[in-house]
C-alpha cells in the first residue's frame, strides 16, 4: 500500500526558508522509474507544480520560483524534502508530495500540509 | 509554458447526467495529457492518464479522449461521489502545467 505525508512548519516569517518532509511507505526512491513530486496549492486556487525528484537523482524545478527551490531525497529513509528559500505571502498554499512512475501521472497523493507565510 | 485552458470553470449537473470537461492546451501536447479529481477535504487521486488511459480503481463511467491541444474529461452518468474539483495536467514539458480547476456541483 502506497502512502505519503508530508509535514512543515505550518507557519512561517517573510525571508525565511521553508522545509519540507515528504515521507512515504510501499515504493523505494531507489527503484527505476519511481519519483516523488512537490505540488502547491493557494487556499481556494489551482495546483502548482514546483519539482521533481527521480530515482536517478535527476531534478527538475518549475522556473518560475527562480532558484529558490531545492527538492532532495534520503532513500534509505523513505523521504524527499522540498526547501524554498526566502518565502514571501505568496507562498501561503497548502503543499502536497506525490508519488509519479516515469510516463504515468502523480498516482498517489498525500494528505497535503498548510503552510502560512506571515509576520 | 504551456498554459492549460480549463472549460467551464463551474458546472452545474444533475445526478445520472452525461458531463464534460474540456481542456485546451497553447500548443500541442502529444496526448501528455492527465486528469484529476480534488474533493472538498483536499484529497487528490488520479483518474485518466495519457488522455484516455484509466487508472486502476477508476470507475468505468469515467473517459478521456483528445489529440494536439484538445482534450476532454467524460463522466457518463453522474455518482454522488463525482461532484467535485477536476484538474488537467500536462506532463508532455517541463514546467508540468495544470487547468484552472472545474467545479462540478449538484444542481
Known amino acids: 500500500q502506497v502512502t505519503l505525508k508530508e509535514s512543515g512548519p505550518g507557519i512561517l516569517q517573510p525571508s525565511q526558508t521553508l522545509s519540507l518532509t515528504c515521507t512515504f511507505s510501499?515504493?523505494?526512491?531507489?527503484?527505476?522509474?519511481?519519483?516523488v513530486g512537490w505540488i502547491r496549492q493557494p487556499s481556494g486556487k489551482g495546483l502548482e507544480w514546483l519539482a521533481n525528484?527521480?530515482?536517478?537523482?535527476?531534478?527538475y524545478y518549475n522556473p518560475s520560483l527562480k532558484n529558490r527551490l531545492t527538492i532532495s531525497k534520503d532513500t534509505s529513509n523513505n523521504q524527499a524534502f522540498l526547501k524554498i528559500t526566502n518565502v514571501d505571502t505568496a507562498d501561503t498554499a497548502t503543499y502536497y508530495c506525490?508519488?509519479?512512475?516515469?510516463?504515468?501521472?502523480?498516482?498517489?497523493w498525500g494528505q497535503g500540509v498548510m503552510v502560512t507565510v506571515s509576520s | 509554458d504551456i498554459q492549460m485552458t480549463q472549460s467551464p470553470s463551474s458546472l452545474p449537473a444533475s445526478l445520472g447526467e452525461r458531463v464534460t470537461i474540456s481542456c485546451r492546451a497553447s500548443?500541442?501536447?502529444?496526448?501528455?495529457l492527465n486528469w484529476y479529481q480534488q474533493k472538498p477535504d483536499g484529497t487528490i487521486k488520479p483518474l485518466i492518464y495519457?488522455?484516455?488511459n484509466l487508472q486502476s480503481g477508476v470507475p468505468s463511467r469515467f473517459s478521456g479522449s483528445g489529440s494536439g491541444t484538445d482534450y476532454s474529461l467524460t463522466i457518463s452518468s453522474l455518482e454522488p461521489e463525482d461532484f467535485a474539483m477536476y484538474y488537467c495536467?500536462?506532463?508532455?514539458?517541463?514546467?508540468?502545467?495544470f487547468g484552472a480547476g472545474t467545479k462540478l456541483e449538484l444542481k
Open positions: 506525490a508519488r509519479i512512475n516515469y510516463g504515468g501521472p502523480f498516482d498517489y
Open positions: 510501499g515504493f523505494s526512491l531507489s527503484t527505476y522509474g519511481m519519483g
Open positions: 500548443q500541442g501536447i502529444s496526448n501528455n
Open positions: 495519457y488522455t484516455s
Open positions: 525528484i527521480w530515482w536517478d537523482d535527476d531534478k
Open positions: 495536467q500536462q506532463d508532455a514539458s517541463f514546467p508540468n502545467t
